[in-house]
């Protein structure tokens, strides 16, 4: 384990996060915005995280407080989040907990949402499961990661696109150079339609989308071309669209690729929480396997 390059995914997914938070929902900047800012749909302070970290951070201790994945306290730690901060939290998530809170049982509602919401194709799950991908190694991500998205996501698409980023994660993590990393979660990838965009993932424009498929590619996209931490997070949230998410999983992947070393200091600077995002990233290393 490369204990840098694990602290680096996970600050990694809040640094994106916040970078983006200003930009979510609003077209491509006009001028690329490069350091915290305030404002934005949400209002949000410079520096400000959403619920990607939340969920993120959610998840993380989860893993450290049960010694691996466990779906029923990640779904009341969920709870205790959105009830918390519920103007940040996304249709998908948003109608599962809502459901649990009223006494539904976590491996019922999801596929009550996906039903009453016509799908639950949304990227929630793949800009929270960075902490899986640190967690576990290679070939234990796939099972976990599959598992921590269905508490909220029915739709097996949404599996699998977190899937793909948490292998990634874990291969980096580990000491995979990126372009392994990459080519091993691609093969372990089983959503046709994914493999299909990440195959030759130039060949498509990444859009800042929703949908965790079409996200996961632009996120793939994005990372695989850029030369450094910095350049891979601008890039990420100044598409616009759902910026913050784009942003965090990019985050997530330089973090891993870079190290938290690469993180720009300013944006460190900036960040809220950042002791308290950094001591978890850090037992949370302490505690992973392999």
């Keep these: 384990m490369h204990k840098m390059r694990a602290v680096g995914a996970f600050v990694g997914l809040a640094i994106g996060d916040a970078l983006g938070a200003p930009l979510e929902g609003l077209p491509p900047a006009p001028i690329a915005v490069t350091e915290m800012q305030s404002g934005g749909i949400h209002d949000v302070a410079a520096g400000q995280y959403t619920d990607d970290t939340l969920q993120a951070s959610a998840l993380a201790q989860t893993l450290l407080e049960c010694g691996g994945f466990d779906p029923e306290d990640f779904a009341r730690r969920l709870v205790l989040v959105y009830r918390a901060h519920p103007e940040f939290f996304g249709p998908t998530s948003r109608a599962v907990l809502d459901l649990i809170e009223k006494g539904v049982a976590p491996t019922i509602a ?80 089983e959503n046709p339609e994914l493999r299909g965009l990440l195959e030759d993932y130039r060949a498509h424009p990444p859009e800042p989308s929703l949908d965790a498929v079409l996200c996961t590619h632009c996120a793939a996209r994005i990372f695989m071309d850029a030369p450094s931490f910095r350049e891979a997070v601008v890039a990420a949230v100044n598409l616009g669209g759902d910026a913050d998410t784009v ?37 949370l290393v302490r505690v992973s396997r392999g």
């Design 110 to 189: 999801a596929g009550m949402a996906h039903e009453t919401q016509g799908g639950s194709r949304s990227n929630g799950s793949v800009m929270r499961g960075i902490p899986v991908g640190i967690f576990y190694p290679p070939g234990e991500v796939r099972e976990a990661s599959l598992a921590a998205s269905r508490v909220t996501h029915f739709d097996p698409a949404a599996g699998e696109a977190s899937a793909f980023v948490n292998r990634m994660v874990s291969g980096m993590c580990r000491g995979e150079e990126a372009p392994v990393a990459f080519g091993r979660a691609l093969a372990a990838c």
């Design 247 to 283: 942003g965090a999983i990019v985050g997530g992947l330089a973090g891993a690729r870079y190290g938290y070393g690469a993180i720009p200091p300013s944006w460190l600077a900036a960040l809220q929480d950042r002791e308290e995002l950094v001591d978890l990233a850090r037992r």
